[in-house]
T-cell receptor, first 112, second 116 residues
């Protein structure tokens, strides 16, 4: 079992729809949970991060972490064509080496 | 603000050739990283430098060497390129040592390498 599982998609939605993305993981030591957004032919950029369990909201974006189920989610409300990108989840523990465990990325296309 | 700058953006090599990917950051970050991104594999850490003067192996270091030239610059060298090293390479940096939470990883735009 891979440390982080993320369905690569692609996921196509009409403009204004809610986009729901998720990752599962196997390492119970993970405490930091991050979502990166990557536009085509660009480097990833941090979208949101959460520490431990719970929800975090930033504008149209909501990140959720359920540590009991080892499951994290990203929701995008009122999706826009500019949200078309690949979204990568990433996780890290508190201790150990300086490594983030990345998901494979989920391509999202928002159709006008 | 330039952030993280990588050169070259594109490169085609023949098997056995060598080359160096250059990376520079202007954010006064202490830690720098080299990742490769392959379809279906996600981002994998090749090498990192937690601070000036130190380097450590990541998940996939075989076939690569790195040099932390100074606080700003971190280069990745392929001594004898192989087709399996065809990939997109990303340099990144963080203010502190652990790329998590508020210690945000800032990535460069990537270097696309093809080895024939």
């Amino acid at each position: 079992q891979k440390e982080v599982e993320q369905d690569p998609g692609p996921l196509s939605v009409p403009e204004g729809a809610i986009v729901s993305l998720n990752c599962t993981y196997s390492n119970s030591a993970f405490q930091y949970f991050m979502w990166y957004r990557q536009y085509s032919r660009k480097g990833p950029e941090l979208l949101m991060y959460t520490y431990s369990s719970g929800n975090k909201e930033d504008g149209r974006f909501t990140a959720q972490v359920d540590k009991s189920s080892k499951y994290i989610s990203l929701f995008i409300r009122d999706s826009q064509p500019s949200d078309s990108a690949t979204y990568l989840c990433a996780m890290s523990g508190l201790y150990g080496n300086n490594r983030l465990a990345f998901g494979k990325g989920n391509q999202v296309v928002v159709i006008p | 603000n330039a952030g993280v700058t990588q050169t070259p953006k594109f490169q085609v090599l023949k098997t056995g050739q060598s080359m160096t990917l250059q990376c520079a950051q202007d954010m006064n970050h202490n830690s720098m990283y080299w990742y490769r991104q392959d379809p279906g594999m996600g981002l994998r850490l090749i090498y990192y430098s937690a601070s000036e003067g130190t380097t450590d192996k990541g998940e996939v270091p075989n076939g690569y060497n790195v040099s932390r030239l100074n606080k700003r610059e971190f280069s990745l060298r392929l001594e004898s390129a192989a087709p399996s090293q065809t990939s997109v390479y990303f340099c990144a940096s963080t203010p502190g040592a652990r790329p998590a939470g508020a210690n945000v990883l800032t990535f460069g735009a990537g270097s696309r390498l093809t080895v024939l």
